[in-house]
């Protein structure tokens, strides 16, 4: 059984920084599109930013380019997503996710998940 344990999370003024840490306890970890999402109050979860098996392709939604960045140690079965130049907007609770068959930028493409970190900015 897979299991992603997410932490960095936590409280920043806007324009601060966090970086978030996921760690994946399955043997096949270096072998899985891995992805992140988040999921606001009242919102539908959405997608953030993805990266391919070996880190040579990464893909993030347009309001996150040029401030988040998505990177992965598949010797260390882990997966980050550095957050820079934070905006009160990007507050929710953040959600690694390890993609199935299929990466792309649906909660339905990935198949197993992490119990969320929150991110809160203050303006």
């Known amino acids: 059984q897979v299991q992603l344990i997410e932490s960095g999370g936590g409280s920043v003024q806007s324009g601060g920084s966090l970086r978030l840490s996921c760690v994946d306890s399955?043997?096949?970890?270096?072998?899985?599109?891995m992805g992140w999402f988040r999921q606001a109050p009242g919102k539908e979860r959405e997608f953030v930013a993805r990266i391919t098996w070996n880190g040579g392709s990464t893909y993030y939604e347009d309001s996150v380019k040029g401030r988040f960045t998505i990177s992965r140690d598949n010797g260390k079965r882990t997966v980050y997503l550095q957050m820079n130049s934070l905006k009160p907007e990007d507050t929710a609770v953040y959600y690694c996710?390890?993609?199935?068959?299929?990466?792309?930028?649906?909660?339905?493409?990935?198949?197993?998940w992490g119990q969320g970190t929150q991110v809160t900015v203050a303006s």
């Open positions: 399955g043997r096949t970890f270096s072998s899985a599109a």
């Open positions: 996710a390890r993609a199935g068959d299929i990466a792309g930028a649906l909660p339905e493409d990935y198949r197993y």
